[in-house]
């Protein structure tokens, strides 16, 4: 998704402590981010991989819509039997509008199955479960593994878990002043071969020794 009204976000900065000021003003840093994006397709395309663009607009007033791994995620047959499209419930309003029914459509198009947990958003007591924002996926093993804080509650990364058959890997991460880190993938990547994670955001000795098994 074009980063298009990309800007910072008031509604998640309330607990992501990692956002900092910057001197530029909101038309630069549009500016910035689409000409890195622009770069990325470029790249993407020159090594063979099928690109497809979406654009908000920005009276859509969606200034993270270049993070759809957030509220959406695609899963291969290869990977759960048949290939699937999952819905995440967001906790702000801002990333809910991402959510677009023209996007959703075009998703479920190509893909078999569909998984929602939107559903949390509206619940008497809402709750949120942020895509792999929050949930950082070893596909190979299946096991999930997730930060613990406002946009990654339990009783639906276990519900995730159970109903596309992944191992989850709970712990709770913390800043260097104590507060919750909002998204499990700002400290930790799992990839093919590599694996990055910041242990020492995991002051649980039982927890980190979990994540390093």
Same mark, same amino acid.
């Given at each position: ?114 998984? $929602?947990?939107?559903?949390? @958003? ?6 949120? &479960?942020?895509?792999?924002?929050? #949930?950082? %996926?070893? +596909? ?8 613990? $804080?406002?946009?990654?509650? @339990? ?6 878990? &159970?109903?596309?058959?992944?191992? #989850?890997? %709970?712990? +709770? ?41």
């Amino acid at each position: 998704v074009a980063p298009v009204g990309f800007v910072t976000n008031a509604e998640t900065a309330a607990d992501n402590f990692f956002m900092k000021a910057t001197p530029l003003t909101p038309t630069q840093v549009e500016a910035l981010a689409l000409a890195e994006f622009s770069q990325m397709h470029v790249q993407l395309t020159r090594a063979g991989v099928d690109v497809i663009i979406f654009t908000a607009e920005k009276f859509h007033n969606t200034p993270d819509a270049v993070f759809p791994n957030n509220w959406f995620t695609t899963h291969p047959a290869a990977e759960l039997g048949e290939a699937t499209v999952v819905y995440y419930p967001m906790k702000t309003v801002s990333r809910r509008n991402e959510r677009r029914q023209h996007i959703q459509a075009q998703l479920n198009s190509v893909y078999d199955r569909e998984i $929602s947990f939107t559903m949390w @958003e509206t619940s008497d007591f809402p709750h949120f &479960l942020e895509g792999t924002g929050v #949930l950082v %996926l070893d +596909r190979r093993n299946k096991i999930a593994y997730a930060a613990l $804080s406002q946009r990654c509650y @339990e009783k639906i990364a276990r519900a995730w878990a &159970l109903k596309l058959r992944y191992r #989850l890997c %709970l712990f +709770r991460g913390l800043d260097i002043q104590g507060r919750p880190i909002y998204h499990t993938n700002v400290m930790m990547s799992v990839g093919t071969s590599l694996a990055v994670v910041c242990l020492e955001a995991i002051v649980d000795p039982a927890e980190s020794a979990a994540v390093r098994a």
